[in-house]
């Protein structure tokens, strides 16, 4: 029971934690073109709801730790949990959601709290105590902050087509592929790097990790194919102005979105519960 609640809260706040990071990151690179309200207000909404699950997660850390709910109001267990790793990074996060959801005081204090939301993901699990640390928490938040741009990004884009004319839809949608076809080699090297890393060997991805891996790979492989159909003919065909080609790029928008939930599971329980070793 507890190790559940802790990993559903893991899950949860992973996605929406990556969900508000990466759309105030979006929302501060396409400032010029984003000018739904709407889309604005999805980012918002996701770090709201963030802060309340990392604020449970830093509450069943105690719990999770001595596998006992009492645990909860217990001094030492208390004591215990708030010198780990993991209650820092939580600490961390939570001050960078804060920061984010006071980013309407200026772009200096969102892009603070974005880049704290990325750094607290490397002061905690695999690999810290590795012997590559430094390069692994640097190869980690860049990462971290590729898949959440680009989960951040899909909320807004959703938006704006629901709700925008064709035109500045497209415009957006144009130059948001022109920034992204970039990012794709880069997130699968920097994934290929961390396994390189952090398993030991080939046999290794025949244990619970490496095969957890290889599942997070086929979702990729997946949402690859699907984000390589809207580059090449769905914003194309908005671009043309083709009646009736917003709706099956919304739909496929909100299928890249559930994929990336997909992988955040994957990689939520991965990290959380198995070891590379």
């Known amino acids: 029971m507890i190790e559940g609640t802790w990993l559903a809260l893991r899950v949860a706040a992973l996605v929406l934690t990556l969900q508000a ?25 996701a770090a709201c709801a ?13 719990a999770h730790l001595a ?16 010198d780990s790793a993991a209650t820092w990074a939580l600490a961390l996060r939570g001050l960078g959601l804060v920061c984010i ?17 990325l750094v607290s ?3 905690s699990g695999h690999t810290v105590g590795h012997e590559h640390q430094a390069a692994l928490g640097a190869i980690l938040i860049l990462h971290v902050a590729i898949v959440a741009f680009w989960l951040g990004a899909l909320a807004p884009l959703r938006c704006v ?13 144009r130059e948001f592929s022109r920034f992204a076809v970039w990012l794709v080699p880069v997130i699968a090297l920097a994934g290929l790097s961390l396994a390189l890393l952090l398993l030991p060997d ?21 949402l690859m194919g699907i984000a390589g159909v809207n580059r090449l003919r769905l914003v194309p065909a908005l671009m043309r102005g083709d009646p009736g080609a917003a709706a ?10 559930f994929l990336i939930c997909g992988v955040l599971a994957v990689t939520a329980v991965m990290t959380g519960s198995f070891s590379p070793d």
Do not use: H, N
Not at 68 to 75: E, L, N, T, V
């Open 67 to 82: 596998l006992d709910w009492s645990a909860i109001a217990d001094p030492a267990m208390l004591r215990l949990a708030a």
């Open 248 to 257: 099956p790029l919304v739909r496929s928008i909100s299928i890249e979105w």
């Open 202 to 222: 080939f046999a290794s991805l025949l244990q619970p990790y490496g095969l957890l891996l290889l599942a997070k790979v086929g979702l990729f492989a997946v």
């Open 121 to 123: 993901f490397s002061l």
């Open 101 to 117: 959801l006071g980013g309407r005081g200026g772009t200096a204090l969102r892009l603070a709290g974005i880049a704290a939301v």
């Open 21 to 45: 990071a990466g759309t105030g990151l979006f929302s501060v690179l396409f400032e010029r073109v984003l000018r739904s309200p709407a889309a604005r207000r999805s980012g918002a909404r």
């Open 161 to 173: 087509l629901l709700r925008e004319a064709a035109g500045p839809a497209a415009q957006l949608l």
């Open 50 to 62: 963030a802060c309340v699950l990392v604020g449970l997660q830093l509450l069943v850390e105690p």
